[in-house]
């Protein structure tokens, strides 16, 4: 069974902070107007990657894919010192989306000043 298959709800974010320093942020499916929001810190390359400590973000009632989104943001916005950080959208085409990249693009616009969002492919 395949990670799609297991959990056809979630959207992973992979945020690349510095050389050494990455975080993935995951929007999970909680019901048709509620999901949630997951955190974790990646600061070592290796396969498999190794474990890591999981924030689980609490969200209010009711919370939309967007404003999980958000908040996965706003902690790695808390995280990234350097103000001028690099951002760049990983899009996996082949799998379910939650939100777009159009939809993405705004968010991180509202927390980094960044001219344009590059997009580049799954591989």
Do not use: W
């Amino acid at each position: 069974m395949s990670q799609t298959d297991r959990y056809p709800y979630h959207q992973n974010f992979v945020f690349h902070l510095t050389d050494a320093k990455f975080m993935r942020g995951v929007i999970e499916y909680h019901s048709p107007d509620s999901f949630g929001a997951l955190l974790s810190d990646i600061t070592d390359i290796a396969t498999p990657l190794p474990n890591t400590f999981v924030h689980r973000i609490i969200c209010e009632a009711n919370t939309t894919a967007i404003m999980a989104f958000e908040e996965i943001v706003r902690l790695v916005q808390k995280e990234s010192e350097d103000s001028q950080l690099q951002l760049c959208l990983v899009v996996n085409e082949d799998l379910p989306k939650h939100l777009g990249v159009d939809v993405q693009k705004l968010v991180l616009n509202r927390y980094y000043n960044t001219p344009e969002i590059p997009v580049q492919p799954f591989v």
